[in-house]
């Protein structure tokens, strides 16, 4: 092949590559319009219209901003906003390991997994009349076991999505000791007296937070899916090459919550949460 021959070559290729993305960004772009002319009004509604895909929503199982309850009930909204707090932290502080957990940060996750299992199933058999409950369920140990759930959710999501994306990502554990996850767990603990001292300065953002994370979560489980797919894994070196398979998991994950919206909406025909009785 004749260097100008290559040079075209690679010129077209490049071409069809860019112009590919930009349809993928463009469809991306509509169907978040379309999702956002067509939900609740307000940062509040579109953050319920996000809760509502992925929880049960039940008034009395959530905290309230004044009289209006928050977009995700007390458990969710505890596990996406410890999700997207251990996820920030790991960034600043671990940033590109890839190493799952130590043996004895697994010894707590599983701890946090039995505590959101348990007090899950002991509010469930409170729904029903029966009383077969062990004990009384209350927002503030929903919100704590959901927050266990979530730091166990971003320490094992954060490595994986390290493993997948990055060329040179670190191989040392995300966690290693029970001690060096201390600061994460007062944080945590600081979060969640944040939420309990229902401040409506503090719970407004914190309900739209709890809602971006859900966004966040589903991007960048998609973004790793799509890399698999098309076998792109561990291609990428700087942060700012991550944008378009982050767009490709954002486009993926509102698709998903649209088609959830879509099928609860149907079943109820409100975007109120499930109402007890």
């Not at 039940?58 to 977009?71: K, T």
């Not at 390991?97 to 010894?107: D, V």
């Not at 953002?205 to 098309?230: D, E, G, K, T």
Request: aromatic letters at 12%; one cysteine or more.
């Amino acid at each position: 092949m004749e260097p100008a021959d290559f040079v075209r070559d690679r010129f077209n290729r490049r071409s069809i590559r860019l112009g590919a993305k930009g349809l993928v960004v463009l469809a991306v772009g509509l169907v978040f319009l379309g999702w956002l002319l067509n939900t609740p009004e307000g940062l509040l509604g579109k953050a319920d219209a996000i809760g509502y895909a992925v929880c049960h929503r039940i008034d009395a199982r959530s905290f309230h901003l004044g009289e209006r309850q928050l977009s995700l009930c007390a458990r969710c909204s505890g596990m996406f906003l410890g999700a997207l707090l251990g996820l920030a932290y790991l960034a600043r502080f671990r940033p590109r390991r890839g190493g799952m957990p130590s043996r004895s940060i697994w010894f707590i996750f599983g701890v946090f997994v039995l505590a959101f299992g348990v007090d899950g199933v002991n509010s469930y058999l409170h729904l029903f009349p029966l009383g077969l409950g062990v004990y009384e369920p209350q927002n503030w140990l929903r919100l704590l076991t959901g927050t266990g759930m979530g730091l166990v959710l971003a320490g094992v999501l954060f490595p994986a999505y390290n493993q997948t994306m990055w060329r040179d990502w670190d191989r040392r554990p995300v966690m290693q000791s029970p001690v060096a996850m201390l600061p994460l767990l007062a944080l945590a603990l600081g979060l969640d007296g944040l939420v309990l001292n229902e401040n409506p300065l503090l719970l407004y953002p914190l309900a739209l937070l709890s809602a971006l994370s859900v966004l966040v979560l589903l991007s960048m489980v998609y973004a790793m899916l799509w890399m698999m797919v098309l076998r792109m894994e561990n291609r990428f070196s700087q942060a700012s090459q991550l944008w378009f398979p982050l767009v490709m998991g954002f486009g993926t994950g509102l698709l998903q919550i649209i088609v959830l919206d879509y099928v609860r909406y149907l079943l109820t025909g409100t975007w109120d949460g499930f109402h007890l009785g």
